[in-house]
């Protein structure tokens, strides 16, 4: 299905998810309303080491981030398999990849609007204003 969030078109596979599309999408307007931190849906995560990618991603807490290198120490991998796992991401903004940043950067972001989107929704977790990430 396709989202809109602050003006960026966004795919999200609703197969994977246990909701109907139009309570994820009320779901996701409460989000950038910001009355909403976490996402009241079941997801299916595949049977894949982006399965277990994704896993490390949801347990992030809403405003925090982690990096590609330390979600790669929770799985005993590498970075740069993680960045691409993280790119294979099927339901984005459920499950938060953009709360994985490299080490002295934003890295990456595989939904439309690119890193502009994770900017976005890094921002607006942590009340910053748009460009309040400065440092990345």
Known sequence: MHVTMWEFAVDVDERLLGCSPEL?????????????????????FPD???????RVM????????????????????HAV???????????????????????????????AGGVDLKRTLLDHECGAVQTGLDAF
């Open 81 to 111: 398999a993680v960045g691409q796992a993280c790119g294979r991401n099927p339901v984005p903004l459920v499950v938060p990849c953009h709360r994985v940043v490299g080490a002295d950067s934003l890295g990456g972001f595989s939904a």
């Open 24 to 44: 994820l999408r009320e779901q996701l307007a409460e989000y950038e309303r910001g009355e909403r931190r976490e996402f009241d849906v079941d997801v299916r």
């Open 58 to 77: 949801a347990s992030i807490p809403y405003g925090e981030t982690r990096t590609y290198g330390e979600a790669a120490a929770e799985l005993d991998s």
């Open 48 to 54: 894949s080491f982006t399965g277990d990618v994704m």
